[in-house]
């Protein structure tokens, strides 16, 4: 169930607690209260940012996009569409997140590297951003 208030989103989740959300006004992504998003970032409408996390200026948030609790986007970095970033994650400024991407729980993405589309990425990994296009090396998304 889903009530909406001017501004404001509700969700009933499955044990029944009620989750709010506020629509960013830069694409009109989903942020929960408890979450900072810089006003400089972008977020698609269907994007969703929990609690505590931090989105820093000029990163963007595609579509169906799921940034998890306590998740840090440095500035500038990218986050494609349908992409997953487990709790505690951290995004260095300028790093790529390519679509269908799943990134697993307090992982980190150094400043300017990439993951590549569909790709999994395990928890508690580092992702390294030695060179321009470097793949990830991790495998893809079933």
């Not at 889903?2 to 509700?10: C, F, P």
């Not at 992504?29 to 400089?40: D, F, I, N, R, T």
């Amino acid at each position: 169930m889903s009530r909406r208030i001017k501004g404001l989103v509700e969700f009933e989740d499955d044990l029944g607690t009620v989750v709010r959300y506020v629509r960013h006004a830069h694409g009109g992504g989903l942020v929960s209260p408890a979450a900072h998003v810089h006003e400089g970032a972008w977020l698609a409408e269907t994007s969703y940012v929990e609690a505590g996390a931090v989105v820093h200026d000029g990163a963007r948030v595609g579509a169906g996009s799921w940034i998890d609790v306590d998740v840090v986007v440095g500035t500038a970095a990218v986050v494609g569409s349908n992409v997953h970033l487990g709790a505690g994650t951290r995004v260095g400024a300028g790093a790529r997140i390519a679509s269908g991407a799943r990134v697993g729980e307090r992982v980190v993405v150094e400043q300017r590297a990439a993951v590549e589309a569909d790709q999994v990425v395990p928890d508690d990994s580092t992702v390294t951003g030695s060179g321009p296009g470097r793949r990830s090396g991790y495998g893809r998304a079933a």
